[in-house]
Nanobody
Framework: QLQLVESGGGLVQPGGSLRLSCAAS????????VAWFRQAPGKEREGISC??????TARYANAVKGRFTISRAHRTMYLQMNNLKPEDTAVYYC????????????????????????WGRGTLVTVSS
Protein backbone atom coordinates (compact mmCIF):
# COMPACT_ATOMS: atom_id res chain seq x y z
CA GLN A 1 0.00 0.00 0.00
CA LEU A 2 1.32 3.42 -0.95
CA GLN A 3 1.34 5.82 1.95
CA LEU A 4 2.79 9.18 2.98
CA VAL A 5 3.02 10.42 6.55
CA GLU A 6 4.07 13.95 7.45
CA SER A 7 5.64 15.10 10.70
CA GLY A 8 7.39 18.13 12.14
CA GLY A 9 4.62 20.69 12.25
CA GLY A 10 3.96 22.88 15.25
CA LEU A 11 3.88 26.39 16.63
CA VAL A 12 6.76 28.71 15.78
CA GLN A 13 7.35 32.43 16.16
CA PRO A 14 7.70 34.70 13.13
CA GLY A 15 11.23 34.53 11.83
CA GLY A 16 11.71 31.02 13.15
CA SER A 17 12.37 27.74 11.37
CA LEU A 18 10.82 24.30 11.10
CA ARG A 19 11.69 21.19 9.16
CA LEU A 20 8.86 19.03 7.92
CA SER A 21 9.44 15.38 7.08
CA CYS A 22 7.42 13.03 4.93
CA ALA A 23 7.92 9.29 5.16
CA ALA A 24 6.90 7.10 2.26
CA SER A 25 5.94 3.47 2.37
CA UNK A 26 5.43 1.25 -0.64
CA UNK A 27 7.64 3.25 -2.99
CA UNK A 28 10.99 5.05 -3.23
CA UNK A 29 10.72 8.82 -3.57
CA UNK A 30 13.98 9.00 -5.52
CA UNK A 31 12.16 7.61 -8.55
CA UNK A 32 9.14 9.89 -8.58
CA UNK A 33 8.19 13.55 -8.73
CA VAL A 34 7.22 14.61 -5.22
CA ALA A 35 5.78 17.81 -3.84
CA TRP A 36 4.62 19.86 -0.91
CA PHE A 37 1.26 21.61 -0.83
CA ARG A 38 -0.37 23.70 1.84
CA GLN A 39 -3.86 24.90 2.68
CA ALA A 40 -4.35 27.96 4.82
CA PRO A 41 -7.60 28.56 6.71
CA GLY A 42 -10.31 29.67 4.32
CA LYS A 43 -8.08 29.29 1.27
CA GLU A 44 -7.59 26.75 -1.46
CA ARG A 45 -4.80 24.25 -1.41
CA GLU A 46 -1.70 25.49 -3.19
CA GLY A 47 1.44 23.85 -4.44
CA ILE A 48 4.55 25.37 -2.89
CA SER A 49 7.42 23.16 -3.99
CA CYS A 50 8.24 20.07 -5.98
CA UNK A 51 11.27 18.07 -6.98
CA UNK A 52 11.43 16.10 -10.17
CA UNK A 53 12.67 12.70 -11.18
CA UNK A 54 15.30 11.77 -12.18
CA UNK A 55 17.30 15.01 -12.31
CA UNK A 56 16.16 16.27 -8.93
CA THR A 57 15.41 19.84 -10.02
CA ALA A 58 13.54 21.73 -7.31
CA ARG A 59 10.85 24.31 -8.03
CA TYR A 60 9.20 26.80 -5.69
CA ALA A 61 6.23 29.07 -5.58
CA ASN A 62 7.19 32.73 -5.34
CA ALA A 63 5.69 32.98 -1.86
CA VAL A 64 8.31 30.61 -0.43
CA LYS A 65 11.26 31.02 -2.79
CA GLY A 66 14.45 31.81 -0.92
CA ARG A 67 13.00 30.71 2.42
CA PHE A 68 11.98 27.07 1.90
CA THR A 69 14.13 24.18 0.67
CA ILE A 70 12.82 20.84 -0.55
CA SER A 71 14.93 17.70 -0.50
CA ARG A 72 14.48 13.94 -0.58
CA ALA A 73 16.44 10.81 0.22
CA HIS A 74 15.03 7.41 -0.68
CA ARG A 75 11.84 7.09 1.36
CA THR A 76 11.86 10.49 3.06
CA MET A 77 11.21 14.00 1.82
CA TYR A 78 11.89 17.19 3.72
CA LEU A 79 10.82 20.79 3.65
CA GLN A 80 13.17 23.13 5.49
CA MET A 81 11.28 26.32 6.26
CA ASN A 82 13.21 29.40 7.38
CA ASN A 83 12.17 32.96 8.17
CA LEU A 84 8.59 31.85 8.69
CA LYS A 85 5.82 34.40 8.44
CA PRO A 86 2.28 34.41 9.84
CA GLU A 87 0.97 33.92 6.32
CA ASP A 88 2.78 30.58 6.20
CA THR A 89 0.27 29.23 8.72
CA ALA A 90 -1.41 26.27 7.05
CA VAL A 91 -1.80 22.53 6.95
CA TYR A 92 1.12 21.18 4.93
CA TYR A 93 0.72 18.08 2.79
CA CYS A 94 3.28 15.95 1.06
CA UNK A 95 2.32 14.34 -2.20
CA UNK A 96 3.70 12.09 -4.90
CA UNK A 97 3.25 11.40 -8.59
CA UNK A 98 3.69 7.64 -8.60
CA UNK A 99 2.34 7.04 -12.12
CA UNK A 100 4.99 9.13 -13.88
CA UNK A 101 2.71 11.95 -14.97
CA UNK A 102 5.69 14.36 -14.89
CA UNK A 103 3.99 16.50 -12.27
CA UNK A 104 7.06 18.64 -11.59
CA UNK A 105 8.02 19.04 -15.23
CA UNK A 106 7.10 21.73 -17.71
CA UNK A 107 7.48 25.47 -17.50
CA UNK A 108 4.59 26.43 -15.25
CA UNK A 109 4.81 26.32 -11.48
CA UNK A 110 2.93 26.36 -9.23
CA UNK A 111 0.30 24.27 -10.87
CA UNK A 112 -2.79 22.28 -9.98
CA UNK A 113 -2.54 18.88 -8.38
CA UNK A 114 -3.17 17.03 -11.65
CA UNK A 115 -0.78 14.12 -11.75
CA UNK A 116 -0.61 13.70 -7.97
CA UNK A 117 -1.66 10.20 -6.96
CA UNK A 118 -0.74 9.85 -3.29
CA TRP A 119 -1.35 12.32 -0.46
CA GLY A 120 -0.38 12.50 3.15
CA ARG A 121 -2.86 13.53 5.81
CA GLY A 122 -1.12 16.79 6.57
CA THR A 123 0.69 18.47 9.43
CA LEU A 124 -0.30 21.84 10.90
CA VAL A 125 2.18 24.71 10.96
CA THR A 126 1.21 27.76 12.98
CA VAL A 127 3.36 30.89 12.83
CA SER A 128 2.40 33.26 15.60
CA SER A 129 3.91 35.31 18.38
Amino acid sequence: QLQLVESGGGLVQPGGSLRLSCAASGFNMDYHDVAWFRQAPGKEREGISCIDNPVGTARYANAVKGRFTISRAHRTMYLQMNNLKPEDTAVYYCAADVNYSDYCGGSDYPKSANGIDVWGRGTLVTVSS
